[in-house]
Structure formats: structure tokens, C-alpha cells
């Protein structure tokens, strides 16, 4: 079966230092990998999506920048962060278009001090 | 552009009574419509999802959904609402490509 791994679950990192974040999928190939930002009253924002290796779309201009190295592998990372990246960011994938549901990972609480 | 609306950011029920958590949804296809569960801290879970036929769907934990073109709705559902409900749920919807868009959420408390 399909599963979906995130890390770290929680990160405290100073304003100003970089980010990495790591999603992998296992159990299938060619997925559809998103990143989504869900801060406090504000619902999940879609940040990035990829279909296929090297393929980034970014939805939103910001501070952070997305990449896809493997098949299953999608990394949420930024050069300086700043106070308003803290937020719960989600990894997720889905297995094709159209009618197919996405599956999400345990997130990560990122709090930038 | 597709976008979802959850005009509920709040809504609090009684152990036992009914629940409906609405969606509106603006696309200008037959979209595909889903619900998420999201317990404090936790990723998100399906509940349900719509496709194609029968516009009553059933999902898991007792929940239903009803797709409405007329009205552009997807409203959630459950006849006995449990204390385990109580968590934060989100409709989405896919355009049938890459993209899938979230609504703002909706946070059930679930009182005794």
C-alpha cells in the first residue's frame, strides 16, 4: 500500500536561517506531489505541485522554493526565513488527475522566532 | 478560476443532534468534489468524495454528503454527531487536472 512520510513533525528555527523539508511517497510511481501551507484561520493554502521530477509549479510568490530530486521525493526549502513562514505545512500526493483524492502526511509545525 | 467557499468558520452542536457543514464550490465544469477530516496536529483524512452519479454519497464514520448543481453545494452531513467528531473539516475540489483547491475549513466543537 501507498504511504506518505513527512519530517520533522515539529521545527523551531530563527528568522533568517534556511529550511528543508522533506516529503516521500512510497508504494507507487509518478505521483502528483503538493505542498500546502495551513496557517491559523486560514484554511490550506496550496504552495507548490509537481508532476514529475524537475516539474515545479508554484502557486503562490513567496519565500520558499520547492524541488523534486526523485520520483517520491518532494523538499519544501527556503534560503531565510522569515516570522510569517511559521505555519503547519502539509505534503501530499495523489495518483493521477481528475476524480483522484489526495492523501496527506502528519504535517510539519514550523515556528520561526 | 475554481475556488471553495466554507461560509461556517465555527460551528458548535450537542453530542447526539444533527450536523451539516456547508460547501459552495464556483467551477464551470461538473467538478469533483471531497471532504477531509483534520484532528489537532494531524494530517488530513477522506471522508467522502463525488465524481459522477448518484448525488447522495456515502462516506466513512457516518457521514454523507449531497451534491447540489444548482445550487453549486456539497454540504457534509451526519444524523448523530459523536464527541470523536469534534475536529476541523475542509471541502475540496480537484478541475479534473493537476490542481486541487481547499476551502477555509470549518471547526466543529461537539459539546456533551
Known amino acids: 500500500s501507498q504511504t506518505i512520510h513527512q519530517w520533522p513533525a515539529t521545527l523551531v528555527q530563527p528568522v533568517g536561517s534556511p529550511l528543508s523539508l522533506e516529503c516521500t511517497v512510497e508504494g507507487t510511481s509518478n505521483p502528483n506531489l503538493y505542498w500546502y501551507r495551513q496557517a491559523a484561520g486560514r484554511g490550506l493554502q496550496l504552495l507548490f505541485y509537481s508532476v514529475g521530477i524537475g516539474q515545479i509549479s508554484s502557486e503562490v510568490p513567496q519565500n520558499l522554493s520547492a524541488s523534486r530530486p526523485q520520483d517520491r521525493q518532494f523538499i519544501l526549502s527556503s534560503k531565510k526565513l522569515l516570522l510569517s513562514d511559521s505555519g503547519f505545512y502539509l505534503c501530499?500526493?495523489?495518483?493521477?488527475?481528475?476524480?483522484?483524492?489526495?492523501?496527506f502526511g502528519q504535517g510539519t509545525r514550523l515556528t520561526v522566532v | 478560476a475554481q475556488s471553495v467557499t466554507q461560509p461556517d468558520i465555527h460551528i458548535t452542536v450537542s453530542e447526539g443532534a444533527s450536523l451539516e457543514l456547508r460547501c459552495n464550490y464556483s467551477y464551470g465544469a461538473t467538478p469533483y468534489l471531497f471532504w477531509y477530516v483534520q484532528s489537532p496536529g494531524q494530517g488530513l483524512q477522506l471522508l467522502l468524495k463525488y465524481f459522477s452519479g448518484d448525488t447522495l454519497v456515502q462516506g466513512i464514520k457516518g457521514f454523507e454528503a449531497e451534491f447540489k448543481r444548482s445550487q453549486s453545494s456539497f454540504n457534509l452531513r451526519k444524523p448523530s454527531v459523536h464527541w470523536s467528531d469534534a475536529a476541523e473539516y475542509f471541502c475540496a475540489v480537484g478541475d479534473g487536472g493537476n490542481q486541487f483547491y481547499f476551502g477555509t475549513g470549518t471547526s466543529l466543537t461537539v459539546i456533551p
Open positions: 501530499a500526493w495523489r495518483g493521477g488527475l481528475g476524480n483522484t483524492e489526495a492523501f
